[in-house]
T-cell receptor, first 111, second 116 residues
């Protein structure tokens, strides 16, 4: 059974800092890995999708890496802004289109 | 282009009642997924529908059921509601299944179900 863990559970940083969010998973037989953002009481917004054959994906200030063999992914956010404050979820794509989610990292970017 | 839409946004029920949640996927998407996000438990996979058929089911009791209509919209039904069913229910959709490895899900804003 796939298990996804995200560390830290919560993080507070001052504006402008670069930061790294971590995701680990127990079963390396994955199709892909996605990073989502969730704002309070809202649905999820897909940030980055990495296929199992890829090592990283970039979008603007965001960079996600994937190391399947070690069961790890990181989300790097450069020059953080208050608008980045949200919960970030990592989700591993397995068979039959099922995503297994981590419990998320709650990020607060302060002025 | 409209995103995934869910209704109602909030639903209040009492124990033992039935709840019906609705989801309209993005135009052109044929797959619909349901997830439950209970407080402190994270997102749990509930159901996946594709082309009108149930393709996969998470570890939930049979009182959680659903269907997908010919226009690809979907309904989630929860019978005999229990207090622990209180959660945010998220629906997602994706484009037609091809290589089985390229799924990118688009989520709706969810239905907040409260069971009193």
């Amino acid at each position: 059974k796939q298990e996804v863990t995200q560390i830290p559970a919560a993080l507070s940083v001052p504006e402008g800092e670069n930061l790294v969010l971590n995701c680990s998973f127990t079963d390396s037989a994955i199709y892909n890995l996605q990073w989502f953002r969730q704002d309070p009481g809202k649905g999820l917004t897909s940030l980055l999708l990495i296929q199992s054959s890829q090592r990283e994906q970039t979008s603007g200030r965001l960079n996600a890496s994937l190391d399947k063999s070690s069961g790890r992914s990181t989300l790097y956010i450069a020059a953080s802004q208050p608008g980045d404050s949200a919960t970030y979820l990592c989700a591993v794509g397995g068979t039959a289109s099922k995503l297994t989610f981590g419990t998320g990292t709650r990020l607060q970017v302060t002025l | 282009e409209a995103g995934v839409t869910q209704s109602p946004t909030h639903l209040i029920k009492t124990r033992g009642q039935q709840a019906t949640l609705r989801c309209s996927p993005i135009s052109g998407h044929t797959s619909v997924y349901w997830y439950q996000q209970a407080l402190g438990l994270g997102l749990q996979f509930l159901l996946w529908y594709d082309e009108g058929e149930e393709r996969n089911r998470g570890n939930f009791p049979p009182r959680f059921s659903g269907r997908q209509f010919p226009n690809y919209s979907s309904e989630l039904n929860v019978n005999a509601l229990e207090l622990e069913d209180s959660a945010l229910y998220l629906c997602a959709s994706s484009s037609p299944w091809t290589a089985r490895t390229n799924e990118k899900l688009f989520f709706g804003s969810g239905t907040q179900l409260s069971v009193l």
